[in-house]
């Protein structure tokens, strides 16, 4: 059963039942049906060809994750659009694209979006709610005779990496990399494929994450292959995450670090998340500190995970079982390899295999990609353990060598982020005539903490860390600025320190 035939499915086993709930008002499956007829009339009638990408401004809005949905199941190539950028350089994507067709809410079309549409050709469709009916409209008619922007045979999804390095790319993911990555999802506590009849479940998906990202896409369509509802927020907010948990009882949540850091300072209580079995945490590194703050203060499980954009999901994660077995002696781990998925540490210089426990950069074999025939290389640094946890490092190009000692950069954000004025860190190499390259460390306070004086921070950071990792010089921020899966974007962070005159 392909990902088209497995909505239509879903959509039709309880119409009646609600699939999304946003800001209070609920969507039922047949709402969605509703938007995947409408919409497959409007692109038939406008003649948009099938093999032609139909691009999605994907804001979180129930509408667009109907949408999303909607395409998918007319088994349309979607190419994802991030609302959040600027509106010019929305509008220089839509003009480079080439897409035949663009979906959004009618308030994301801006004047020069707009303008760059009808120059390019580009139809315009608008999603709206009025409160109790989904709306579905073309605001703008495309040209016809244009050779737009075509999927590939096998791509359904065209996404962008978070940025976190550098500027975004944009990946193509196949139909096998989707339905394996969706089919791989489906797991019971032991970590096993479940096999069970599918039917409408009525504990939901809690999310927040970017439906223009991986972890927004993967949570919503893991949902709809499911039949499970979802709870989908705009951005996460902790009071509000805890009411809408402590309403629906949910048993799993995804939360990324800066979430698990945001409900510790929060006044959400144990009661509030008493209904989780664990918690899921992806998408950054997750201090061990945190977790166990997390752990203690709410007695909820934290199961780390990895992924990539390039894997849509996870190819290592903890199960609930291993955690109760392993969970206290292995802290730090992002769990074992995902059934399908071979895990390899290669030597950085010479790409040779490396024995258990030492570092180099991981390497991950996965078959819902190509069947598993070719190793994919990362840009992170990992160990993988005699039980076969993986343990990442680091990033491969994170390194900061000074006067000859090599610093890893998250490792002395780590540190610094057990400093109770420490809401995050990032840690960058900026160059020294003398030395080469000095770590400086920009710094987002935390929210009412008593101020620290740079020295006090400087000498906190040698009670963690050897002499030459303690930065040089330390900036500190109300916010460090973030890429759409919630990481710390380097390039931004760089330009901030520029502006602050220390780099």
Known sequence: MNIAQRIDKVLSLSPDT?????????????DIRGVKNELGRLLDDHK????FSVGLLARNHSCLAAAYVALL???????LLNPMRPAHQIAQEVADLRLACLIGLEEDFSD???AAAQAAGTALIALGDSGTALQTKLVLAGRTGIEFRRCDKNTIIEIQTSGTTGAPKRIAISRRTLEGSLQSGVRNANGEADAAELTVKRSPTLMFGPLVHTSGTFGLLMSVFEARPTVLFEKFDAMEFARKLSAHRAKFAALPPTALRMLLDSDATPADLASLSAVRSGTAPLPIETQERFENKFGVPVLTNYGATEFLGTVAGWSLNEYKEWGKTKRGSVGRANAGVELRIVDPATFAPLEQDQVGILEARVARLDGGKSWVRTSDLARIDKDGFLYIAGRADDAIIRGGFKIMAEKVANALRLHPYVMDAIV??????????????LIER???????????LGIFARQHLVPYEVPARFVFVDKLPRTVSDKISRPEALRLLEAHGAA
């Open 18 to 30: 609600w699939a999304i709930e946003y800001r209070d008002r609920r969507l039922l499956w047949r």
């Open 48 to 51: 948009i060809d099938p093999a």
């Open 73 to 79: 199941g007319l088994e349309r190539g979607v190419t």
């Open 112 to 114: 020069q979006i707009s």
């Open 428 to 441: 960058l190499g900026v160059a020294d005539e003398r030395l080469g390259q000095v770590p400086v460390a």
């Open 446 to 456: 935390r929210p009412g903490a008593d101020p620290v004086a740079p020295v006090d």
